[in-house]
């Protein structure tokens, strides 16, 4: 079974940067897209970011296109979500989730994904 550990989260000015990064363990990292999601309070889950297996294709939501990056290292079983210029909007509760089977594609769906990790908080405040 695949298990998603993420990490890099904290507490931010607005302007600056985190790096996410999501270890995976259980099985290998090429056989499964990753997503990136997250949830504020009071407001429902949003996709952020996703890669496919691969690493060929990329998806960003509009909100984030143009300050975050999504990358992966399946030699080191590990994908990243670099946030840059963030916002207090940019507030939430961020999960990695894996997509069995997505190497040419992955989605910004949540209920697409198959196993999900526990979660770590980004605060933008200043």
């Known amino acids: 079974q695949l298990q998603l550990v993420e990490s890099g989260g904290g507490l931010v000015q607005p302007g600056g940067s985190l790096r996410l990064s999501c270890a995976v363990s259980?099985?290998?990292?090429?056989?499964?897209?990753i997503g990136w999601f997250r949830q504020a309070p009071g407001k429902e889950r949003e996709g952020v970011s996703c890669i496919s297996s691969t690493g060929g294709s990329t998806y960003y939501a509009d909100s984030v296109k143009g300050r975050f990056t999504i990358s992966r290292n399946n030699a080191k079983n590990t994908v990243y979500l670099q946030m840059n210029s963030l916002k207090p909007d940019d507030t939430a509760v961020y999960y990695c989730?894996?997509?069995?089977?997505?190497?040419?594609?992955?989605?910004?769906?949540?209920?697409?994904?198959?196993?999900w990790g526990q979660g770590t908080q980004v605060t933008v405040s200043a």
């Open positions: 989730a894996g997509l069995r089977g997505g190497i040419t594609w992955c989605s910004r769906v949540g209920s697409m994904y198959d196993y």
């Open positions: 259980g099985f290998t990292l090429d056989a499964y897209a």
